[in-house]
């Protein structure tokens, strides 16, 4: 299983990011995928589910409608759009998949 996450940078508040994640090792069609994040000297959080099933999402509070994940499944990939960023969004965001990880991808939000 390998997860390799992109799209992070530095962004000013109330910008957007899109970020990435290239799944491969397994039928990336099976399964339920996750973002978390984890911000300095917090603990990681969950930040946004999509199933396999029939692609819903859902979101943690924190998030909720600025956030949007989706997925591609032709290109085994899980996105997520992040709108209306707030310096509180700044930590790495890592893709998930069951008990697999990225290596996570960095976001900061400041000016």
């Known amino acids: 299983v390998q997860l390799v996450e992109s799209g992070g940078g530095l962004v000013q508040p109330g910008g957007s990011l899109r970020l990435s994640c290239a799944a491969s090792g397994f039928t990336f069609t099976l399964y339920t995928m996750r973002w978390f994040r984890q911000a300095p000297g917090k603990e990681r959080e969950w930040v946004a589910t999509?199933?396999?099933?029939?692609?819903?999402?859902n979101y943690a509070g924190s998030v909720k409608g600025r956030f949007t994940i989706s997925r591609d499944n032709v290109k085994s990939t899980v996105y997520l759009q992040m709108n209306s960023l707030k310096p509180e969004d700044t930590a790495v965001y890592y893709c998930n998949r069951a008990q697999s990880w990225g290596q996570g991808t960095q976001v900061i939000v400041s000016s």
């Open positions: 999509i199933s396999n099933a029939d692609g819903t999402t």
